[in-house]
Structures are given as structure tokens and as C-alpha cells.
């Protein structure tokens, strides 16, 4: 399984940008999905995830309200809408596929890891 994240770049505060992680493979549509982000001198933490079929999606505090995780299972691609971007958020975004399970915060449950994509929001 390979993930390639892709979306990222330069940003105002207030903008938007809409994050792309595709899939190899042909069980993408079997795994729920998940985003994780780190900023620098920072842990990883997550962001958004979502179930195998898209019904279901959970999100960290701080992406309520401004970041939407949605997926095309024919398209193998997973995707991550942020709007209102704030500098703090401001990391490299990173797309998982969770081991087992419906859409875990825990990066542990996640198995296999995209190369990540840089996002940067300037005030």
C-alpha cells in the first residue's frame, strides 16, 4: 500500500486549501482514514478521520467547524478541506490508512503513512 498526499502550499490567514491523499491498492474502500499533522519542534497530532464508507468522520477540536475529511472509494482518494486556515496550523499533513476499526484519534492504530505535504499559513 503506498499514500501520496498532495494539496499542500502557501497560504494567507483566512484562506483554504483542500488536501488529496491517494491510494494504491484495491482495499482502499475496506479502511477507515485518517489525518495527522506536525508542526515543528511539535508531536504529531491528529486531525480528521473517517470510516470505510465515508458515514462516519470524527475531528480534532481544533478542526471543527473549518475542516472537512471526505473520500471517493472509485477514486482510492481520501481528501481533507480546510478553510479559515489560521498560522497555527501550520505543519506538514500526513494521510494514514487505520489498521482495523471505524476512524481512531491514535496514531498507533494507523499502519500505513503517506510522505506527508507541507502546509503554511501566513498571518
Known amino acids: 500500500v503506498q499514500l501520496q498526499a498532495s494539496g499542500g502550499g502557501l497560504v494567507q490567514a483566512g484562506g483554504s486549501l483542500r488536501l488529496s491523499c491517494a491510494a494504491s491498492g484495491r482495499t482502499f474502500s475496506s479502511y477507515a482514514m485518517g489525518w495527522f499533522r506536525q508542526a515543528p519542534g511539535k508531536e504529531r497530532e491528529f486531525v480528521a478521520a473517517i470510516s470505510w464508507s465515508g458515514g462516519a468522520t470524527r475531528y480534532a477540536d481544533s478542526a471543527k467547524g473549518r475542516f472537512t475529511i471526505s473520500r471517493d472509494n472509485a477514486k482510492n482518494t481520501v481528501f481533507l478541506q480546510m478553510n479559515s486556515l489560521k498560522p497555527e496550523d501550520t505543519a506538514v499533513y500526513y494521510c494514514?490508512?487505520?489498521?482495523?476499526?471505524?476512524?481512531?484519534?491514535?496514531?498507533?492504530?494507523?499502519?500505513?503513512w503517506g510522505q506527508g505535504t507541507l502546509v503554511t499559513v501566513s498571518s
Open positions: 494514514a490508512r487505520q489498521r482495523d476499526g471505524g476512524g481512531s484519534t491514535y496514531s498507533a492504530e494507523y499502519d500505513y
